[in-house]
């Protein structure tokens, strides 16, 4: 029997909840002992000696670990003030940022402008981060983060369009012999500042000019275990089972895991059989022992930048130049002509997924706000434009490119499918563009996971949900010490009433913040008491 010292304050007891470790085994009923930042002892309920220390009743609630969100675009709202309150609140002790190939640093002074103007409807805007924080590098954007006192814990990837926008601009020539030894060395550098792998972005510039073999190339400086390569696949749609085997073949050829980023079928023609198929595809590489796991939102819409909806071949004279031509006639004809015709190895979202399916959800300007919450094609109906292009170039021309979009474009029924994969992880995907009205998987995502999948369609049991929110995720990417309620392990902790924890976030009215967390313990230290969070300086930068 395990006896804390009564004379310790750094000692909690949680006792009488029902522990859900994180490893996917069945609930039971329990106590947790915590001293100092680490678990010291779990046992079945009435084991340990409740007599002195910190008492937490969690009668009738269950005890998990923290939740682990390994895709968030948090990498510059992590500087702002508040950063944290939208995540804790949803049980969120450890995130990544750097994903899809979307990242701030590496950045050099010829492309800095244009990498900030182009991440902005994801990451937000940079202006007053420029003005108060420096960082041109990895190591610089670490020694940022240190000096701040982190809510939660934050890890980070190195972005594949950070560093090719770094080497050579938004070109879409590929990478010469010295270019791609910089590419390479900007990448070791982010590994040696604790970046947890290489995030590819083959959907958005300028990534998406590029081949295989190049990015296998810059993904082989991981081989050996030095990181993972998350992917935001090239297709989603009808080529999703085309998109997967490519990105197979990349971390094969470079020797690396695989994770597939934000796993879907996009568009009502996907849905269904084409999902089947990339499913079959993965299941397959899994059966002959690589290393590949995928990760989903419980959301049957998605959100990105109004930018992956034009075309490369339009976009290819460079993006200032195109964004700004987008006010002359001749251009729109041009990119109008592109968008009926297509590209070959382009996924044309106004058509696999549609105009009438993207929804305007962050603009800037004034003048332009009459149109969040609408699609395209009733914006062009209603406010007398001639088709969907020409409502498009002028938005994004007048936004100098800045527009954030949902998408209407998945299957409930193929959510649950990728939901009940054993190798599958939540994520949000989270967006920090336009803070106002952004995507409720912004405040949602992992309560939302619990009761609509779990309490009310029962679509999983709750260890199964609470296994792909911390000890999925955290095995996935190498944090042995974190993920599961284990001796030894950081006390990373939720304590919730399962009927009272819930999403309040809809697509009308996204801002709402989750509520009915008990307690949120990070490194043993109470951030969050009855619903309220109470300090804000215990998170870590993880590596």
Same mark, same amino acid.
């Given at each position: 029997?395990?006896?804390?010292?009564? %004379?310790?304050? %750094?000692? $909690?007891?949680?006792?009488?909840?029902?522990?859900?470790?994180?490893?996917?085994?069945?609930?039971?009923?329990?106590?947790?002992?915590?001293?100092?930042?680490?678990?010291?002892?779990?046992? $079945?309920?009435?084991?340990?000696?409740?007599?002195?220390?910190?008492?937490?009743?969690?009668?009738?609630?269950?005890?998990?670990?923290?939740?682990?969100?390994?895709?968030?675009?948090?990498?510059?709202?992590?500087?702002?003030?508040?950063?944290?309150?939208?995540?804790?609140?949803?049980?969120?002790?450890?995130?990544?940022?750097?994903?899809?190939?979307?990242?701030?640093?590496?950045?050099?002074?010829?492309?800095?402008?244009?990498?900030?103007?182009?991440?902005?409807?994801?990451?937000?805007?940079?202006?007053?981060?420029?003005?108060?924080?420096?960082?041109?590098?990895?190591?610089?954007?670490?020694?940022?983060?240190?000096?701040?006192?982190?809510?939660?814990?934050?890890?980070?990837?190195?972005?594949?369009?950070?560093?090719?926008?770094?080497?050579?601009?938004?070109?879409?020539?590929?990478?010469?012999?010295?270019?791609?030894?910089?590419?390479?060395?900007?990448?070791?550098?982010?590994?040696?500042?604790?970046?947890?792998?290489?995030?590819?972005?083959?959907?958005?510039?300028?990534?998406?000019?590029?081949?295989?073999?190049?990015?296998?190339?810059?993904?082989?400086?991981?081989?050996?275990?030095?990181?993972?390569?998350? $992917?935001?696949?090239?297709?989603?749609?009808?080529?999703?089972?085309?998109?997967?085997?490519?990105?197979?073949?990349?971390?094969?050829?470079?020797?690396?895991? #695989?994770?597939?980023?934000?796993?879907?079928?996009?568009?009502?023609?996907?849905?269904?059989?084409?999902?089947?198929?990339?499913?079959?595809?993965?299941?397959?590489?899994?059966?002959?022992?690589?290393?590949?796991?995928?990760?989903?939102?419980?959301?049957?819409?998605?959100?990105?930048?109004?930018?992956?909806?034009?075309?490369?071949?339009?976009?290819?004279?460079?993006?200032?130049?195109?964004?700004?031509?987008?006010?002359?006639?001749?251009?729109?004809?041009?990119?109008?002509?592109?968008?009926?015709?297509?590209?070959?190895?382009?996924?044309?979202?106004?058509?696999?997924?549609?105009?009438?399916?993207?929804?305007?959800?962050?603009?800037?300007?004034?003048?332009?706000?009459?149109?969040?919450?609408?699609?395209?094609?009733?914006?062009?109906?209603?406010?007398?434009?001639?088709?969907?292009?020409?409502?498009?170039?002028?938005?994004?021309?007048?936004?100098?490119?800045?527009?954030?979009?949902?998408?209407?474009?998945?299957?409930?029924?193929?959510?649950?499918?990728?939901?009940?994969?054993?190798?599958?992880?939540?994520?949000?995907?989270?967006?920090?563009?336009?803070?106002?009205?952004?995507?409720? /998987?912004?405040?949602?995502?992992?309560? /939302?996971?619990?009761?609509?999948?779990? /309490?009310?369609?029962?679509?999983?049991?709750?260890?199964?949900?609470?296994?792909?929110?911390?000890?999925?995720?955290?095995?996935?990417?190498?944090?042995?010490? /974190?993920?599961? #309620?284990?001796?030894?392990?950081?006390?990373?902790?939720?304590?919730?009433?399962?009927?009272?924890?819930?999403?309040?976030? $809809?697509? #009308?009215?996204?801002?709402?913040?989750?509520? *009915?967390?008990?307690?949120?313990?990070?490194?043993?230290?109470?951030?969050?008491?009855? *619903?309220?969070?109470?300090?804000?300086?215990?998170?870590?930068?993880?590596?």
């Amino acid at each position: 029997m395990n006896r804390p010292d009564n %004379n310790n304050s %750094n000692t $909690t007891i949680i006792r009488g909840g029902l522990i859900a470790d994180g490893s996917g085994g069945a609930l039971y009923a329990g106590d947790i002992l915590i001293r100092d930042s680490l678990i010291e002892a779990v046992e $079945t309920a009435g084991k340990l000696n409740a007599a002195s220390g910190n008492i937490i009743d969690a009668g009738g609630k269950i005890v998990s670990p923290g939740f682990i969100d390994m895709h968030r675009h948090h990498d510059i709202a992590v500087f702002n003030e508040g950063f944290g309150d939208i995540e804790l609140r949803q049980g969120i002790t450890s995130c990544f940022a750097g994903n899809c190939g979307m990242a701030p640093v590496p950045n050099v002074p010829a492309f800095r402008a244009q990498l900030q103007n182009y991440l902005s409807p994801c990451l937000g805007p940079f202006d007053d981060i420029n003005a108060k924080n420096s960082f041109s590098t990895h190591r610089e954007y670490r020694e940022q983060l240190e000096k701040i006192s982190l809510p939660l814990n934050m890890g980070f990837y190195a972005g594949m369009g950070a560093i090719k926008i770094a080497v050579k601009g938004f070109s879409a020539a590929p990478f010469s012999a010295e270019e791609m030894k910089a590419a390479q060395k900007y990448l070791q550098d982010a590994l040696d500042c604790g970046a947890s792998g290489l995030s590819i972005g083959l959907m958005y510039l300028p990534e998406c000019y590029g081949a295989a073999k190049e990015i296998a190339a810059l993904a082989q400086v991981m081989k050996g275990g030095k990181g993972i390569l998350c $992917t935001h696949m090239r297709w989603e749609t009808e080529n999703l089972a085309r998109a997967v085997k490519e990105v197979i073949d990349v971390a094969k050829e470079a020797e690396v895991p #695989l994770e597939i980023s934000h796993f879907k079928a996009a568009g009502t023609k996907a849905w269904g059989r084409v999902l089947r198929e990339a499913i079959d595809l993965i299941e397959n590489e899994r059966a002959q022992g690589m290393d590949i796991t995928v990760d989903f939102y419980p959301y049957d819409c998605g959100s990105s930048t109004m930018m992956q909806m034009l075309p490369p071949g339009y976009l290819s004279m460079g993006v200032d130049e195109a964004i700004a031509g987008l006010g002359n006639p001749v251009n729109v004809e041009k990119m109008r002509r592109l968008l009926i015709d297509g590209e070959e190895g382009w996924d044309n979202l106004s058509k696999t997924i549609g105009w009438d399916r993207t929804i305007i959800s962050s603009v800037s300007l004034e003048e332009n706000k009459k149109y969040l919450g609408k699609n395209v094609t009733a914006c062009t109906k209603e406010f007398g434009f001639k088709d969907e292009a020409e409502f498009v170039a002028q938005l994004m021309y007048g936004e100098q490119g800045r527009v954030a979009i949902i998408n209407q474009s998945m299957s409930q029924e193929d959510i649950d499918t990728i939901a009940r994969l054993p190798y599958s992880s939540l994520i949000s995907d989270a967006l920090y563009g336009d803070m106002k009205r952004p995507h409720p /998987r912004l405040t949602g995502s992992f309560p /939302r996971f619990l009761r609509d999948f779990v /309490r009310e369609r029962k679509v999983l049991k709750p260890e199964d949900a609470i296994h792909k929110m911390s000890g999925g995720p955290a095995k996935r990417l190498g944090l042995s010490d /974190r993920g599961l #309620l284990k001796p030894g392990y950081r006390a990373d902790i939720l304590v919730f009433d399962p009927g009272e924890f819930r999403d309040q976030s $809809t697509y #009308l009215s996204p801002t709402e913040q989750a509520v *009915g967390l008990d307690s949120v313990f990070i490194g043993g230290q109470q951030i969050l008491k009855n *619903g309220k969070i109470i300090r804000r300086d215990a998170g870590q930068i993880l590596k």
